[in-house]
């Protein structure tokens, strides 16, 4: 490539880039997050995720100690948002909240390659938990900002490098990681978002451990505990490579979950990671930094059935982990396809891109993983003992 200007520099590429996104944005496929709102859920629907009867919640409209609800001129309900919903938990005491006894649970979704659908996970476990009732915050940790960009940003023009994690690596006199923590349309569910900036704190950090500052990889952990109060669940997506910010998310989680799509490439490097693992925590060890996990999980993503090479493989996965891998399989779908064309998740969209079936096939999918890791998650909570017992799952 010329570099002396005759034709594009890298740079103009990059400029050209963020233009083409600016314009995206201008057609509304991007959609202004400002306007973002959260689905509208029916009184059915209302009344599982709250834990009482449709009766119980229109008693309490009636009565006063819920707010009644917004009408169409027709009369008919428009439907309820998150925030109402929570409100009744309130009222109901029915919120999942943990219990001071409870630890923190902080997730990494990992695994060193690439395209694995560590994202996607992330950004739908974070929604599903947050409909649940849950208080999550969401920690983009990765540069490429692909969870940031399924809130309707564009990382490189809509986030600043002081509004991501980059400043609390940077300056040890930061002792609070809340100035990053931004709310987003889903009501309970909070994000510290990345843009590409945060990629210099990877060299940064990795100069300053080697000059022999190794608790700098304590520094997530750190801000973590600063906002680790306010949050039941704390959900951070790492880049697919093992740096200095990976072993920061390493260190500061206390769960693992590793998505492996049913493909040798993808389990051949699966393989690899768990070496490089093994490995990491015996030096994280050394230097008094250990990895402490509550539980790990692995579950099968971007999985296609039809291929009966990924069945045999899917298989053999099942026969190697057992247990250790998630029951469910989060197949390849073209509704998670067109939701993130949107910018959006599958939970985002109010009705199917593609069809009636393959939508609720797809919900069907990313609910069945994310309620065994809730079951994950409400193992590791003292308080949760009775209910567990009561479920069966203990
Ligand atoms: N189950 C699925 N069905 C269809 N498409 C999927 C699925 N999971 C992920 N994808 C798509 O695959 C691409 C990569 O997914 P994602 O960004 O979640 O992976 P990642 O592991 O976070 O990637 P990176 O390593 O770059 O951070 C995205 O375009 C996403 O929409
Ligand atoms: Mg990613």
């Given at each position: 490539?010329?570099?002396?200007?005759?034709?594009?520099?890298?740079?103009?590429?990059?400029?050209?880039?963020?233009?083409?996104?600016?314009?995206?944005?201008?057609?509304?496929?991007?959609?202004?997050?400002?306007?973002?709102?959260?689905?509208?859920?029916?009184?059915?629907?209302?009344?599982?995720?709250?834990?009482?009867?449709?009766?119980?919640?229109?008693?309490?409209?009636?009565?006063?100690?819920?707010?009644?609800?917004?009408?169409?001129?027709?009369?008919?309900?428009?439907?309820?948002?998150?925030?109402?919903?929570?409100?009744?938990?309130?009222?109901?005491?029915?919120?999942?909240?943990?219990?001071?006894?409870?630890?923190?649970?902080?997730i990494?979704v990992?695994?060193?390659?690439?395209?694995?659908?560590?994202?996607?996970?992330a950004?739908?476990l974070a929604?599903?938990?947050?409909?649940?009732?849950?208080?999550v915050?969401l920690?983009?940790?990765?540069?490429?900002?692909?969870?940031?960009?399924?809130?309707?940003?564009?990382?490189?023009?809509?986030?600043?490098?002081?509004?991501?994690?980059?400043?609390?690596?940077?300056?040890?006199?930061?002792?609070?990681?809340?100035?990053?923590?931004?709310?987003?349309?889903?009501?309970?569910?909070?994000?510290?978002?990345?843009?590409?900036?945060?990629?210099?704190?990877?060299?940064?950090?990795?100069?300053?451990?080697?000059?022999?500052?190794?608790?700098?990889?304590?520094?997530?952990?750190?801000?973590?505990?600063?906002?680790?109060?306010?949050?039941?669940v704390i959900i951070l997506?790492?880049?697919?490579?093992?740096?200095?910010?990976?072993?920061?998310?390493?260190?500061?989680?206390?769960?693992?979950?590793?998505?492996?799509?049913?493909?040798?490439?993808?389990?051949?490097?699966?393989?690899?990671?768990?070496?490089?693992?093994?490995?990491?925590?015996?030096?994280?060890?050394?230097?008094?930094?250990?990895?402490?996990?509550?539980?790990?999980?692995?579950?099968?993503?971007?999985?296609?059935?039809?291929?009966?090479?990924?069945?045999?493989?899917?298989?053999?996965?099942?026969?190697?982990?057992?247990?250790?891998?998630?029951?469910?399989?989060?197949?390849?779908?073209?509704?998670?396809?067109?939701?993130?064309?949107?910018?959006?998740?599958?939970?985002?969209?109010?009705?199917?891109?593609?069809?009636?079936?393959?939508?609720?096939?797809?919900?069907?999918?990313?609910?069945?993983?994310?309620?065994?890791?809730?079951?994950?998650?409400?193992?590791?909570?003292?308080?949760?003992?009775?209910?567990?017992?009561?479920?069966?799952?203990?």
């Amino acid at each position: 490539m010329d570099i002396s200007g005759t034709t594009p520099t890298i740079a103009d590429l990059y400029a050209r880039s963020l233009n083409v996104l600016e314009s995206l944005r201008a057609q509304g496929v991007r959609g202004e997050h400002a306007r973002r709102q959260s689905p509208r859920f029916s009184i059915t629907r209302v009344a599982e995720l709250v834990g009482r009867t449709s009766a119980a919640i229109r008693e309490a409209e009636k009565d006063g100690r819920l707010p009644s609800v917004e009408r169409t001129t027709s009369g008919r309900r428009i439907g309820y948002t998150l925030a109402e919903i929570n409100q009744m938990r309130l009222v109901f005491n029915t919120r999942p909240w943990r219990t001071e006894e409870d630890p923190l649970s902080i997730i990494a979704v990992q695994n060193f390659k690439g395209g694995v659908g560590k994202s996607t996970l992330a950004v739908h476990l974070a929604q599903y938990l947050a409909i649940r009732g849950y208080r999550v915050c969401l920690i983009d940790c990765d540069s490429q900002g692909s969870t940031t960009a399924l809130f309707g940003y564009v990382p490189d023009l809509d986030i600043g490098e002081n509004d991501t994690l980059y400043p609390f690596f940077r300056n040890p006199e930061t002792t609070s990681l809340a100035y990053a923590v931004r709310e987003t349309h889903w009501d309970g569910l909070y994000l510290v978002p990345a843009n590409l900036k945060l990629y210099s704190s990877e060299y940064e950090l990795a100069a300053r451990v080697a000059r022999a500052q190794p608790n700098l990889l304590n520094r997530l952990a750190e801000g973590i505990a600063s906002i680790g109060d306010h949050f039941d669940v704390i959900i951070l997506d790492p880049p697919p490579a093992l740096g200095t910010i990976s072993l920061s998310v390493m260190r500061a989680a206390n769960a693992l979950i590793v998505p492996i799509p049913p493909t040798v490439v993808d389990f051949t490097s699966t393989t690899t990671f768990l070496a490089m693992l093994y490995e990491t925590m015996l030096t994280l060890e050394e230097r008094h930094l250990p990895i402490n996990l509550r539980w790990m999980r692995l579950v099968a993503t971007r999985a296609d059935e039809q291929k009966s090479m990924q069945r045999e493989l899917l298989g053999l996965i099942r026969n190697l982990f057992g247990d250790m891998l998630l029951r469910t399989v989060l197949k390849d779908s073209a509704e998670i396809d067109n939701a993130s064309a949107r910018l959006m998740s599958v939970y985002d969209l109010e009705q199917p891109v593609t069809s009636r079936e393959t939508y609720q096939r797809c919900l069907t999918y990313l609910n069945g993983v994310n309620a065994e890791v809730e079951t994950q998650i409400r193992l590791t909570w003292p308080s949760q003992a009775g209910r567990l017992r009561a479920e069966g799952i203990l």
